[in-house]
């Protein structure tokens, strides 16, 4: 058995080959995060926000091969289809009224629409049976909607485009398409795209995400407190710095060594693997940890994986392993910033960031501060 880096190279058991598990139960509950002050801060209405995060602690179920849907990417959409819903009620079910309805799909130009279309849903859903629109605070349209795009976000057993939590859940389902990854921005730009055919659209909505994640990030780590504080703000203080297997430790970004299980070098990269960015963040608040992931693993008091990412807290360690409850596999960590996110060095070719907690592989955390 041979240590180096983030992970543990097991020999002859090749782990490197196997599909990373989903663990559901990570995410069967909602994010705990700060919804009154986040919403606040964004000019999102609160229970439009629970109905973003809502969604995507579900999407996991409704689309298992997705990655990287995150509440700011529903909200990037919402903004633009129906600025959250604007002058409009939202109940506690996330029945919106009245409803979100866009003006009739007749070819006039208005709304931008030159091409009319028929009406297919007999006034259900818009009111009209004599033509077709877009509804709700996702708008949308009627035969995409009861072409199997329909999603039941609240469990009362309705699907309903004008109910929040369905409609988020539909669009989080739908913007996934055949197993997209979200973080990546070419994947994110052509599923923005798939929502609406519009280059200028695309470029609207990707705008407000980045806005979105600026802010959740802002506001996420506003929480940490002492030491915490301190750990965190010192992980964040190297976004940017590259990926460096073997690479980083205690004193800061260092030359790394030879190979990912992968094959990627860090031996002339100058920068972090995912435990040498712990090392170094704890390192701030006069805590040394061991240098690989499984060890950090295996200090302080551990969170289980059942007990899901609602149980984290900021400046928590966050790991990631092959097999589930199998602490001999852990691969990976990160520090826990709040509101669903993390901070960490992910892997060769990319740079120390933030981002959600990954779906995959969640392995519970550790808790030294």
């Excluded at 129906?82 to 506690?92: E, F, L, V, Y």
């Excluded at 033509?131 to 995409?144: K, R």
């Excluded at 990631?320 to 901070?343: C, E, K, N, W």
Aim: aromatic share 8%; net charge negative; glycine share 14%.
């Amino acid at each position: 058995m041979k240590k180096f880096g983030c992970t543990t190279l097991l020999l002859g058991v090749l782990f490197f080959g196997m599909p990373l598990v989903l663990i559901l139960g990570a995410r069967s509950k909602p994010q705990r995060i700060d919804v009154q002050n986040l919403a606040a801060a964004a000019g999102i209405p609160p229970r439009m926000l629970a109905a973003y995060t809502s969604a995507v602690t579900q999407t996991p179920r409704e689309a298992p091969r997705c990655r990287g849907m995150r509440w700011e990417i529903l909200a990037g959409i919402a903004m633009i289809e129906s600025q959250h819903a604007a002058g409009h009620t939202i109940a506690t079910n996330g029945d919106i009224t009245p409803r979100i309805i866009g003006p009739r799909l007749d070819g006039s130009g208005v709304g931008e629409n030159y091409t009319p279309v028929a009406d297919t849903d007999h006034g259900r859903w818009d009111g009209d049976p004599n033509g077709e629109h877009a509804v709700g605070p996702f708008q949308f349209m009627p035969e995409t909607w009861d072409g199997g795009a329909a999603r039941d976000g609240n469990g009362d057993g309705i699907k309903d485009p004008h109910n929040a939590d369905d409609a988020a859940l539909a669009a989080a389902v739908y913007l996934c398409g055949n197993g997209r990854n979200l973080d990546d921005s070419a994947q994110l730009e052509a599923a923005v795209y798939s929502y609406n055919h519009s280059h200028s659209y695309v470029a609207e909505v990707t705008s407000w995400i980045t806005r979105y994640t600026q802010l959740g990030a802002t506001a996420a780590t506003a929480t940490a407190t002492g030491s915490a504080a301190t750990v965190v703000r010192a992980a964040l203080a190297q976004q940017g710095v590259p990926y460096s297997w073997g690479g980083g430790g205690p004193d800061g970004p260092g030359y790394g060594g030879c190979c990912s299980p992968g094959g990627a070098s860090g031996t002339s990269v100058r920068g972090f693997d995912c435990s040498g960015l712990t090392q170094y963040a704890f390192a701030q608040a006069h805590i040394m940890l061991p240098r690989t992931a499984d060890a950090q693993a295996r200090v302080g008091r551990r969170i289980p994986a059942e007990a899901g990412v609602g149980a984290l807290q900021p400046g928590d360690l966050v790991f990631f392993a092959y097999v589930p409850g199998s602490d001999s596999t852990i691969y990976h960590v990160g520090i826990y910033l709040g509101a669903g996110r993390m901070i960490n060095a992910a892997r060769p070719g990319t740079a120390v960031r933030t981002e959600p907690v990954w779906d995959h592989g969640f392995a519970g955390g550790a808790r030294l501060l």
